[in-house]
């Protein structure tokens, strides 16, 4: 049974920075494509952030490049997202993603391809 679950969630002044990881369990984790998306209430879930499972390679959205940053330690079956110059609209609920095989050209940014979810953390930036 697959189990992914999220922490480092919190709340947060303006400015600020969090670090979020989500453990995973009951699957192969590096062999797993991992993701980082986003939901703020009454919108829909946003991508945050993707690092594939061969080379590590990572993705991010336009808005948080230059913000947060995705890694994964595989010998710890965790992905990681450090979020800094935190601001008000990055508060929602995070939520991390697995998927496994998906062909080339694959919109990696679709909550839709991913076969797997946790059950997310609040993150409140605020002052």
């Known amino acids: 049974q697959v189990q992914l679950v999220e922490s480092g969630g919190g709340l947060v002044q303006p400015g600020g920075s969090l670090r979020l990881s989500c453990a995973a369990s009951g699957l192969t984790f590096s062999t797993y494509t991992m993701a980082w998306f986003r939901q703020a209430p009454g919108k829909e879930r946003e991508f945050v952030a993707v690092?594939?499972?061969?080379?590590?390679?990572?993705y991010y959205a336009d808005s948080m490049k230059e913000r947060f940053a995705i890694s994964r330690d595989n010998g710890k079956n965790t992905v990681y997202l450090q979020m800094n110059s935190l601001k008000v609209e990055d508060t929602a609920v995070y939520y991390c993603a697995a998927v496994r095989t998906y062909r080339s050209g694959a919109n990696l940014s679709s909550p839709r391809l991913y076969d797997y979810w946790g059950q997310g953390t609040q993150v409140t930036v605020s002052s």
């Open positions: 690092i594939n499972w061969s080379f590590g390679n990572t």
